[in-house]
């Protein structure tokens, strides 16, 4: 139990373009999701989390408007990197709350090149 | 404002050989802990939490950890590992508000030698 799908596992696109991210809790309802990202030897960065039918909450430096978060059901959410640059490459990855408590399930997480 | 230390960078075990990895937190309240593995390219496998009740916690793949308020530590034990147990480890610590956010520490590479 407790699965978390994301889709696609890894993309490459253009400078400019917009990549839409998805993740979905297989098995159970997701009231919470987050999006983090990881940089190569790093930790993982929280950068949003995303409650059903509420906008999103971002963490402090991190750009709302580039990364778009939407969070339309209680087993889906979506994060957009719009008009993506090289220095948005990176490795993201979801996770969802199962539960009151937070316990997290994560996505195998998203490889995002751009040229 | 909570936050994990992982002291141990990359650790270096051979095969068969017992583990522990470390991991101290600061959090204002009683913590939630978690241990969780990634292997490289992939995302994040939960190994084991500890909410309540006994302070020694089993785990998947054989693993636990013990918590001790006193250290305000979690360190994260195995007594003979394997070699695909090699991959980087993180530890986590939570709390019942902001939604069940996590702080993770900055994780320790284990290595294992045949």
């Known amino acids: 139990g407790a699965v978390v799908s994301q889709h696609p596992s890894w993309v490459i696109c253009k400078s400019g373009t917009s990549v839409k991210i998805e993740c979905r809790s297989l098995d159970f309802q997701a009231t919470t999701m987050f999006w983090y990202r990881q940089f190569p030897k790093q930790s993982l960065m929280l950068m949003a989390t995303s409650n059903e039918g509420s906008k999103a909450t971002y963490e402090q430096g991190v750009e709302k408007d580039k990364f778009l978060i939407n969070h339309a059901s209680l087993t889906l959410s979506t994060l957009t990197v719009t008009s993506a640059h090289p220095e948005d490459s990176s490795f993201y990855i979801c996770?969802?709350?199962?539960?009151?408590?937070?316990?997290?399930?994560f996505g195998p997480g998203t490889r995002l090149t751009v040229l | 404002a909570q936050s994990v230390t992982q002291p141990d960078i990359h650790i270096t075990v051979s095969e068969g050989a017992s583990l522990e990895l470390r991991c101290n937190y600061s959090?204002?309240?009683?913590?939630?802990l978690f241990w969780y593995v990634q292997s490289p390219g992939q995302g994040l496998q939960l190994l084991l939490k500890?909410?309540?009740?006994?302070?020694l916690v089993q785990g998947i793949k054989g693993f636990e950890a013990e918590f001790k308020r006193s250290q305000s530590s979690f360190n994260l034990r195995k007594p003979s590992v394997h070699w695909s147990d090699a991959a980087e480890y993180f530890c986590?610590?939570?709390?019942?508000?902001?939604?069940?956010?996590?702080?993770f520490g900055q994780g320790t590479i284990l290595t294992v030698h045949p």
């Open positions: 959090y204002g309240a009683t913590p939630y």
């Open positions: 996770s969802a709350r199962l539960g009151a408590r937070p316990s997290q399930y």
């Open positions: 986590a610590v939570g709390g019942g508000t902001s939604y069940g956010k996590l702080t």
């Open positions: 500890y909410f309540s009740g006994d302070t």
